[in-house]
């Protein structure tokens, strides 16, 4: 699969998939029962969303060409970026074009159309570049927008990050699947990569099924177990014979065998896979405490929380760059250059015009361009006066924002290292904090930053409505369910986001309540085009930036080098 | 767990797991077909080892207290390691200890003797410390044995490596579980520690049952997705209804549905977790080929492929020292001395007296000490002369070493990450190169190792009786199944270790055909001590060395304090 990494630059016309990716950086399997309203990927799992999609004509198309396991000469042609000699052999000069949004979409338009020399300016409303890529350290601020409902504990409220030296939090995305464009990004910028631990044997998981916390290889051991026992017990008593030769049932019968670790009566009665009580060492160790019956596993509700990691967006491994994911938007920026970013610029209206755009920014005189590339969230967008037309505007308005929190807790020892033996990866549960994370970096460091929560929907909404104190404690009372008493003891800092209330981005990330319009948004309108994940199958996700990013900088490219 | 890192200190006098672990560094349940002959554990994972272990009488104890997921009070009492302050409580003086072997164990014994001020002298017969715990560096020379029965094509060679600046190659032991000692004493000697990616969603499988190699993902997704649908099916048509109740039936279909991916007819029909052929990004992405069938899926055979990461020493995360494996056993040296190891001092007689040890060394003058610890391979300590008694020599007798070996392949440009979208991990097959390791360090640089063969048993045996440029072109030449053409190409260097044919080791780690004598070795004989991964249930794992030295370290000290 050559061109995993550079999937088509250019719109393939397709219709847009409403749901797909929307609850990407939160698992598409891996959402809470509690944030059914954040759409049909989060509250059904893939195979609810998939089959919705057919409904809708949305699945992907099925290929019934042989598998390409290696190469794959169907695969689309990689992306080819602008350059220079592109208007030596056709005539022509690099445009002008003015960029709104220096979040990911924008810079990596910005830094793309430089490969050719075009002369961009990138806006941005806030005071800093990255839009969601946020990563949080010491000696930074986050403020928060008052709730527009009035349901907020706050009106607005300022926190100032007192993270140590060499802590970070990563409050907007935090991995990267291998197949994701992100990664030959970094490669491209020299962002040096380190593995994140997605999903953990050794974490935990606690569902409202569960007396108490359970290690996911406890867990998992045992519902293996007991579905191999049950299917091969069926098998035994000749329920599959209809559906299974006798080769097959043999088949199954030894898949199963090392599968669920039964023994030769098929009966699941536990093994070394569920842990130990007392370590293999000097002696064989002992065993973890009795086995639970089919009817307490069953009874758990572990559907969702063993299978976080099976979906292609989230399986392991995964990768963060090293020393906090802002490490990408900074590359980019830097490419782009400083003198080409302009913070604390908003927007007020954007006008297209036979030659050029003109775009209005608060305090400022307006700015032209020969084009434009939009890259704000779409329901930001939508309000920003202009003349950009009623149907792009209505189409805008079908973005709805949905709701996303992290909190990262700074504790002055690595108690889960050091304690409880787990390494990364995550604890899920059916807590509103949704997971709790342990860091993939710093290893047997002295101090460590879990995330308290990453939650969504009704969950990140109802966290987010409180001042950051009250989400710290109300956090810190969940978290003591799985870690007990030492959850609350030697933190040293807290930092919590609260996506929808973050300035000029209000939202974590958008739900399509139609999606009509999306096809008319993936072209210009006018001299106007417009980037992000949310025009693409990988909303939530930095690589849809990027890959819409690249699509936009083609489009514009060509019509550049056609119109010399 | 608080003390899941600290195992008892001492024996606890049960009998000897002989199976346990003898395969643990190349998985427990992941073992070529073709290693039959190391072990039950090898042949029939997990279950059939437990089985016979049961039968041994020789299965951990199950304990039936309430599971304590935190904390945990019935677990034993840390490893307290030998002060100062204990003979200034209790009288005498440190002892004098001759540590015969600088592998892991013997350093391991060396530096925790040593915190008490114990005048330890290390003999080592080989010119470097670490004994398996070998990382290969460009400069570094392999040289190894000529095959006692003649079948080996060379009489003995060797290899001088040649690696890039950078490049390292973990030749034997390469990944620590999160529940190991080797944590801990990571941590206590500030070896920075990073992620060993073990398993791979991306990596592919190749069984014999199979035409191709596939993803891991897809594999899983398929087998996953057939078992759901045939129990979701048995359930539906009631052949389960003695078992389930009404209620369990309900909670297992909704465990199904998401471990599945089975819609609401329960027929498997793929879905998203398998892979894309194109990628989701703009569009939507183009599925994989076909389903296989139910029959198809089960003639892959994939029972051992698919869980050989399921196992409590190999569940993910995994990890591995920065910059080496050897790091651990150079920081152990650098604690305990130069002057204290005497590298190239082949041990020829070990002598107990009453009064003390006294140990002959090739070439050299006999070295005299109150106690010794033999921390050599079993079987070449059968064979050194002495007076340990013919029940000592009768039990070392019975460790039967058994073969491994592994080869590095250093690429100038890292096709496995650009081209197969694969960042670490393992390639699972029913091939004689067992595992293919891509590697978990170094991503997106410009060369990087793989491992182009990890095995065990008869293939190991039949690659370690080969020339180095023939294990090469027949490793190539399996290589080109899964990834073609270019596993052939671009290679810079290539290194490979036999570890039956390694000079003072002659051996991966041992069997033990009686363990009736296990019980003796982990006694004193005399004034010499026994240790290493051989005397544990972790045998293979450095982490049983490392237990073995806390042992009898600890042993050696309440004797010398109670002779005080």
Redesign the interface.
């Known amino acids: 699969?050559?061109d995993?990494?550079s999937?088509?630059p250019?719109?393939?016309g397709?219709p847009h998939?409403p749901t797909?990716?929307e609850d990407a950086s939160s698992r598409?399997?891996g959402l809470t029962r509690r944030s059914l309203l954040v759409g049909i990927g989060a509250a059904g799992?893939?195979?609810?969303m998939?089959?919705a999609m057919g409904v809708l004509g949305?699945?992907?198309?099925?290929?019934?060409?042989?598998?390409?396991?290696?190469?794959?000469s169907?695969?689309?042609p990689p992306y080819a970026p602008p350059q220079r000699s592109d208007f030596a052999l056709r005539g022509g000069r690099p445009a002008s074009v003015l960029v709104l949004g220096a979040g990911v979409a924008g810079l990596a338009c910005a830094y793309e159309l430089g490969k050719a020399g075009y002369e961009c300016t990138v806006l941005e409303a806030s005071d800093r570049v990255g839009g969601r890529s946020l990563t949080l350290r010491g000696g930074d601020t986050v403020t928060e927008l008052p709730l527009g409902d009035g349901a907020g504990e706050a009106a607005g409220g300022v926190q100032r990050v007192t993270f140590g030296e060499g802590t970070y939090f990563n409050a907007g995305p935090a991995r990267i699947a291998?197949?994701?464009?992100t990664?030959d990004y970094?490669?491209e910028l020299g962002v040096?990569?380190?593995?994140f631990?997605n999903?953990?044997?050794?974490a935990?998981v606690l569902t409202d099924g569960m007396k108490?916390?359970?290690?996911v290889?406890?867990a998992r051991?045992d519902?293996y177990g007991y579905?191999s026992e049950?299917?091969a017990?069926?098998?035994d008593?000749g329920?599959?014979d209809a559906?299974?030769?006798a080769?097959?049932k043999e088949?199954?019968l030894?898949?199963?065998?090392?599968?669920g670790?039964?023994?030769?009566s098929h009966a699941y009665t536990?093994?070394?896979?569920r842990?130990?009580?007392?370590?293999?060492?000097?002696?064989?160790?002992?065993?973890?405490?009795?086995v639970p019956s089919?009817?307490e596993v069953?009874?758990q509700?572990?559907?969702?929380v063993?299978?976080m990691d099976?979906?292609?967006e989230q399986?392991?491994?995964m990768?963060q760059p090293v020393g906090g994911m802002d490490a990408i938007v900074r590359a980019l920026a830097r490419q782009v250059g400083d003198a080409r970013i302009r913070t604390g610029s908003r927007v007020t209206e954007i006008t297209t015009t036979p030659g050029g755009v003109e775009v209005a920014v608060e305090g400022g005189p307006p700015l032209r361009a020969q084009y434009c590339v939009a890259a704000l969230p779409p329901h930001l967008l939508a309000r920003i006066p202009g003349n950009l037309g009623a149907d792009v505007k209505a189409a805008l308005a079908a973005a709805s924002p949905l709701a996303a929190g992290k909190l990262g807790l700074e504790y002055g020892r690595r108690w889960w290292e050091?304690?409880?033996?787990?390494?990364?990866?995550a604890t899920e549960t059916d807590l509103d904090v949704g997971h709790i994370w342990y860091p993939?970096y710093g290893?047997?460091g002295r101090r460590g930053l879990v995330v308290g929560y990453y939650n969504t929907g009704a969950d990140a909404e109802a966290y987010g409505a409180l001042t950051h104190p009250r989400r710290l404690r109300r956090a810190l009372a969940q978290g003591r369910k799985?870690?007990?008493r030492k959850y609350g003891e030697d933190l040293l800092a807290s930092a919590s986001v609260s996506w929808q209330r973050q300035p000029h981005i209000e939202g974590a990330w958008v739900r399509w309540t139609s999606p009509a319009g999306v096809r008319l948004l993936?072209r210009p309108a006018g001299r106007v085009y417009f980037a992000g994940d949310w025009?693409?199958?990988?909303i939530a996700w930095q690589?849809?930036a990027l890959?819409?990013a690249r699509?936009v900088v083609t489009e514009l490219h060509h019509r550049v080098l056609k119109e010399a």
């Open positions: 699969m050559a995993e990494g999937p088509p250019g719109g393939d397709s998939r797909r990716g598409l399997n799992g893939a195979g609810a998939y089959a949305l699945a992907p198309s099925r290929d019934t060409a042989p598998l390409p396991v290696v190469g794959g169907a695969a689309p291998q197949w994701m464009v990664l970094c490669r040096p990569l380190e593995v631990v999903g953990n044997s050794a935990y108490g916390p359970v290690r290889r406890t051991a519902a579905i049950l299917l017990k069926a098998a008593g329920a599959l559906r299974l030769t080769a097959d088949r199954l030894d898949f199963l065998s090392h599968f670790e039964i023994g030769p536990g093994g070394e896979r842990g130990f009580r007392v370590n293999p060492g000097v002696g064989p160790g002992a065993e973890l405490g009795a089919l009817t069953l009874s509700g572990l559907g969702r063993l299978t099976a979906g292609y399986a392991m491994p990768f050091t304690e409880d033996r787990v390494y990364g990866g993939s290893f047997h799985i870690h007990g993936q025009l693409t199958h990988l690589a849809g890959e819409s699509k």
